[in-house]
């Protein structure tokens, strides 16, 4: 609780493309629950170098990012959207953190075995403690609630492991969060693989629609998108291509998967895959037009930058005293 609202923590890195993914799973769910709680939404450009980065390329797209949190309907007069890195508390509490994580809990991450499988050359310290650094960015706001897609679940969940092993030693200094999962969109597929998760670091740019796609590249991939040869609009495990159409078009639509199957009863895949481009591209042009607004106003976007990060740091200060005391640093002479 902070101001008597409960509180909202979630965050989104900066490195390769968004994908509508990352919007339908995530950032869409934060700006409904902007209304109802107390947010903070970070862009988490710490976790980003995990795996290395072209650094103007990164400093670029982590400012894009947190403009896209602005033109997809977050006011940061209202939700705190900030960098990670300028709030030097996120770093420090990982580290006290780490003190009470487990190698073995570590090692069952799929997200380090996934990331040290493709990145072999590189499987640093910091790629296999990722999820405590996501900890301590839960944790210091004392978050109540998490908006995640299904990926980052066993992630959620050893924060909530770490935060009772802590609490159990010391009292109630953290609130145990909870996941906030959408009952759809949690998991948008490849458009060309419906096995897999569409993710930003796939290397066939038709697998998925990045958020940055004009209305030509959107109608062109969903034209391309793998479905099946049943010619039959169903919501079903043995469909996924269209099941996962189905997903995207409900999100859109404010509708349940059953009365997409109703609507296009008897329609044909390719009018379908029209409809769902056309949801995709109507919501998508206007984000990305009041995001290259907000681009060209340097000066209102860095008081933004500045005004949240202080916000951010004076909360995260205080739990971070707090852990600090309860663990034995000595206190500070003034
Ligand atoms: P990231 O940047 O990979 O993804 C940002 C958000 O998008 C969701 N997501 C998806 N949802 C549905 N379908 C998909 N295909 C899809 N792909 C991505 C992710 O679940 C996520 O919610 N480690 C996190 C960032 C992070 C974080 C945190 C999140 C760091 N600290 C603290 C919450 C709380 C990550 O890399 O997300």
Redesign the pocket.
């Known amino acids: 609780m902070l101001n008597g609202e409960k509180v909202v923590?979630?965050?989104?890195?900066a490195?390769g493309n968004l994908?509508i993914?990352?919007y339908?799973?995530?950032?869409r769910n934060w700006v409904e629950l902007a209304n109802d709680y107390q947010c903070f939404f970070?862009v988490?450009d710490e976790?980003s170098i995990t795996v290395r980065q072209d650094p103007a390329t990164l400093r670029r797209r982590s400012r894009e990012l947190l403009t896209l949190y602005i033109a997809a309907g977050l006011d940061p007069e209202k939700s705190c959207l900030y960098f990670q890195s300028h709030v030097p508390a996120h770093a420090e509490l990982a580290w006290i953190l780490n003190c009470f994580t487990y190698m073995g809990e570590l090692q069952r991450m799929t997200q380090f075995k996934d990331k040290s499988a493709k990145h072999e050359d590189n499987i640093n310290a910091g790629l296999f403690t990722?999820p405590v650094?996501?900890a301590a960015?839960?944790l210091l706001y004392q978050a109540d609630l998490?908006?995640?897609?299904?990926?980052?679940k066993q992630?959620?969940e050893l924060c909530r492991d770490i935060a009772q092993r802590f609490n159990a030693v010391y009292g109630d200094v953290f609130t145990v969060p909870e996941g906030y999962y959408p009952k759809t969109?949690?998991?948008?597929?490849s458009l060309q693989d419906p096995l897999h998760?569409?993710?930003?670091s796939d290397e066939n740019p038709n697998a998925s629609i990045y958020l940055t796609d004009d209305t030509d590249t959107i109608m062109r991939k969903f034209r391309r998108a793998v479905t099946d040869s049943e010619g039959v609009i169903r919501y079903c495990e043995e469909q996924p291509g269209i099941r996962n159409l189905i997903d995207i078009y409900s999100v859109l639509n404010g509708k349940t998967p059953q009365e997409v199957e109703a609507e296009f009863a008897g329609r044909g895949y390719g009018d379908f895959k029209t409809a769902v481009g056309e949801s995709v591209a109507a919501v998508l042009g206007p984000i990305q037009k009041e995001q290259k607004r907000l681009l060209d106003d340097r000066a209102y976007v860095d008081g933004i930058i500045r005004d949240n990060a202080q916000k951010a740091a004076w909360y995260a200060e205080k739990t971070l005293r707090k852990v600090q005391k309860k663990v034995g640093f000595p206190e500070r002479v003034r």
């Open positions: 923590f979630s965050g989104a890195q490195t994908t993914g990352n339908l799973g995530a950032i970070c988490v976790h990722y650094l996501m960015d839960i998490v908006p995640v897609g299904q990926d980052q992630h959620l969109g949690a998991r948008i597929m998760k569409m993710s930003k």
